[in-house]
Nanobody, 124 residues
Framework: VQLQASGGGLVQPGGSLRLSCAGS????????IAWFRQAPGRAREGVSC????????NYAPSGKGRFTISRDNAKNAVILQIDNLNPEDTAVYYC??????????????????WGQGTQVTVSS
């Protein structure tokens, strides 16, 4: 059972990125998947979550209207689309999995399987 996060990079303010969290060893569609991020010198924070019923929860007020989480079941993945990026979005972005059919939670301690993280840097 593994999660692989990808899609990060260096982008200018106002740009967009599409982060992907690909699962292996299990069917992603059956599980609650969340994205977290950790900026330099700060604690890891929840960004967005999609549960097994495809209900979505957004935890980052600064991301309202800019972060979109979705599933790509053909690729066994969960996508985080980030639009209108700003320097405060600079962080390592992680995806994580909760147990089968469990609700979304904002606390990282509720998640037992983690991807390795992908770096997002927003700078001109």
């Amino acid at each position: 059972v593994q999660l692989q996060a990808s899609g990060g990079g260096l982008v200018q303010p106002g740009g967009s990125l599409r982060l992907s969290c690909a699962g292996s060893g299990f069917v992603m569609d059956y599980y609650t998947i969340a994205w977290f991020r950790q900026a330099p010198g700060r604690a890891r924070e929840g960004v967005s979550c999609i549960n097994s019923g495809d209900r979505i929860f957004n935890y980052a007020p600064s991301g309202k209207g800019r972060f979109t989480i979705s599933r790509d079941n053909a690729k066994n993945a969960v996508i985080l689309q980030i639009d209108n990026l700003n320097p405060e979005d600079t962080a390592v972005y992680y995806c994580a999995r909760r147990p089968n059919r469990s609700p979304c939670k904002a606390r990282e301690s509720e998640y037992s399987v983690w991807g390795q993280g992908t770096q997002v840097t927003v700078s001109s």
